[in-house]
């Protein structure tokens, strides 16, 4: 049924404007809150906080749906998700909940995650972002990029460093509402893909920081990070997969319609071959997914499953879509045919939550500790 709802919302509500939000950077204002009708930004957030109450499973479900058709709004909905309202459940305080989660989790506010900096993506220890512990607050100085939901966000929750002399240890999580005195949000980024979405840079100047808005005991903010971006990167590899069948599916119906030689494409092999190398490896993308969902929603340890499903899914995402704008042919490279946006959109599933590098260095280091 969840899978059906966002089915039926993808393709009725996202994709009449989507070339034109991906070609105008516009983001979908109206659609997110058609969304949080649906319940969709607070998927698996506790109904006693405004939340659907379903599992990691629902939530993938509905984010391949709408990635299918707009990854810009699924990148909206999977921050929303993963790294805002599952952070802030999991590791909040009752006021914390009170006061931000029941309305990110109904939609009636945005959140951002901002953990990366011009020099601290991949090496996340390395924090410029300073909070200086000042008795009532914090006194948060810094700047930080690439931030989904940069612009259109009520609430960022802001990682910085508040000894550095403690490495890892001597970073905290905060929450920041757009509005406190020396927030300031930087320019939007022209981007390749996910165009729709908003990413922007954030900075930071002289903000007082409430004590009461330090997310877990001091010093958790990296752990908190950690845990809160393995859980994302199930739904990054959700969004990936969706690109993909997004492709596949356009791909597999041109191949039927489109004639060459006197017969469908389809019934040439090199394009055959290549929708049964699209199935399959998509399929085996799938597993991987729902294998690290099912690990979430038993209470598993998903680090390392989130790592590999968002590492073969995004790379499935990249070389499949490659393969879907080779079928449309001359077509494929027009934006009026989709598979060209579904492109461009799969590079970020490689880079962000983590690149495929690093996800690779999880991985490794899990198989090497067995
Ligand atoms: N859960 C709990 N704790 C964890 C953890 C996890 N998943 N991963 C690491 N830790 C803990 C370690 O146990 C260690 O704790 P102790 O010191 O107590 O033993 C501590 O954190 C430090 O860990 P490491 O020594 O492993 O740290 P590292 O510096 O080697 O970094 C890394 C590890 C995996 C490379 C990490 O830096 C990383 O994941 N980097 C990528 C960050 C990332 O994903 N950036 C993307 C930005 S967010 C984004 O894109 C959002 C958006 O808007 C879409």
Request: hydrophobic content about 40%; charged content about 25%; overall charge neutral.
């Amino acid at each position: 049924m969840i899978r059906d709802a966002a089915r039926e919302f993808a393709q009725n509500e996202l994709l009449p404007g989507v070339i034109e939000r991906d070609e105008k950077q516009h983001f979908p204002d109206s659609l997110v809150k058609k969304m949080a009708n649906l319940g969709f930004m607070g998927i698996m957030v506790n109904p006693k906080y405004g939340g659907s109450g379903m599992d990691t499973i629902s939530y993938v479900l509905v984010m391949e749906e709408l990635s299918k058709v707009d990854a810009s709004a699924a990148v909206i909905v999977s921050v929303n998700n993963s790294l805002v309202c599952y952070g802030l459940e999991a590791f909040g305080s009752e006021y914390q909940k009170q006061k931000y989660l029941t309305k990110l989790a109904t939609g009636e506010l945005i959140g951002a995650f901002c953990l990366s900096e011009p020099e601290a993506g991949s090496d996340a220890t390395s924090q410029k972002t300073s909070a200086i512990d000042k008795g009532d607050y914090y006194l948060l100085n810094g700047t930080k990029n690439w931030i989904t939901n940069g612009g259109r966000a009520d609430v960022y929750l802001v990682i910085a460093q508040t000894d550095k002399e403690k490495g890892s240890h001597g970073i905290n999580a905060f929450i920041v509402e757009k509005g406190m005195k020396g927030f300031h949000v930087g320019p939007k980024e022209n981007k390749l893909g996910i165009r729709g979405s908003d990413t922007h840079t954030l900075q930071f100047n002289d903000v007082k920081v409430p004590k009461e808005n330090r997310i877990g005991d001091d010093g958790f903010g990296f752990k908190f990070a950690m845990k809160t971006l393995s859980g994302g990167r199930i739904g990054i590899a959700a969004q990936a997969l969706g690109i993909a069948q997004g492709a596949y599916e356009l791909a597999l119906k041109y191949s039927k319609e489109r004639k060459t030689f006197g017969t469908e494409i389809s019934n040439h092999q090199a394009i055959a071959f290549k929708l049964a190398d699209m199935h399959t490896e998509i399929s085996a993308a799938r597993h991987l997914v729902m294998k690290s969902a099912w690990d979430k929603d038993q209470g598993k340890n998903y680090d390392t499953s989130s790592a590999m499903a968002k590492l073969y899914a995004s790379k499935v995402a990249m070389k499949q879509t490659v393969e879907a704008v080779q079928i449309f042919g001359g077509n494929g490279f027009v934006k009026d045919y989709h598979v060209e946006r579904l492109m461009r959109d799969a590079k970020i599933t490689q880079i962000y939550e983590g690149t495929s590098e690093i996800q690779k260095i999880v991985i490794s280091r899990s198989i090497l500790k067995e």
